[in-house]
């Protein structure tokens, strides 16, 4: 079966800090695609990133980045210079290849991130 | 573009009363939807995989008779919760994911219903 581990509960930053949201996978999957969602106090999740198993080479977009290391099983997530708006709960999902109910999504607990001026 | 619309937004209503939440894919195709349920501070749970034109794929310990889903078209999911009770109070959100672009797209997510039993 997989899981998702995100270890961090929640965390706490000053405006302009760097955060990192650690996630911790389990498949015996050999192809298996690895998600972040954000869901900000109004309740939507919003998409930030799919990798898959395959692709190691880390992301960059702006002020987010991604660093997917495959031999630790982990695929953490990076905020430069954090914003109020960053506030939110952060997901980690896991998803296995296939159609239907073998491609669903495995969430992780959530990161629940605060940025305070 | 792959804009999911779930409606209601927020439901509160009388325990006995059956609620019906509306999931649809507004600018895409989608042969698979998904319903999650999330309490408060805790993470996503899937309940079901619904199939367009099949029955829906319970996870284990859901009620199928509690939940029922219908996925009569390409775009559109309903869920409903019969004869609701306090503890169905949840968050609820689907899914969908636009198979015409090929596997393993992301699931995009409607914008939620707040069910809350009185």
């Known amino acids: 079966a997989q899981k998702v581990t995100q270890a961090q509960t929640e965390i706490s930053v000053v405006e302009k800090e760097d955060v990192t949201l650690d996630c911790v996978y389990e498949t015996r999957d050999t192809t298996y695609y690895l998600f972040w969602y954000k869901q900000p106090p109004s309740g939507e999740l919003v998409f930030l990133i799919r990798r898959n198993s395959f692709d190691e080479q880390n992301e960059i977009s702006g002020r987010y980045s991604w660093n997917f290391q495959k031999s630790t099983s982990s695929f953490n997530f990076t905020i430069t210079a954090s914003q109020v708006v960053d506030s939110a709960v952060y997901f980690c999902a896991l998803s296995e290849t296939g159609t239907g109910t073998a491609s669903k999504l495995t969430f992780g607990t959530g990161t629940r991130l605060q940025v305070t001026l | 573009g792959a804009v999911v619309s779930q409606h209601p937004s927020w439901v509160i209503c009388k325990s006995g009363t059956s609620v019906k939440i509306e999931c649809r894919s507004l600018?895409?195709?989608?042969?698979?939807m998904f319903w999650y349920r999330q309490f408060p501070k805790q993470s996503l749970m899937l309940m079901a995989t619904?199939?367009?034109?099949?029955?829906?794929t319970y996870e284990q310990g859901v009620e199928k008779d509690k939940f029922l889903i219908n996925h009569a078209s390409l775009t559109l999911s309903t869920l409903t919760v019969t004869s609701a009770h306090p503890e169905d109070s949840s968050f609820y959100i689907c899914?969908?994911?636009?198979w015409g672009q090929g596997g393993n797209q992301p699931q995009h997510f409607g914008d939620g219903t707040r069910l809350s039993i009185l």
């Open positions: 619904s199939n367009e034109g099949s029955k829906a």
């Open positions: 899914s969908a994911r636009d």
């Open positions: 600018d895409f195709q989608a042969t698979t």
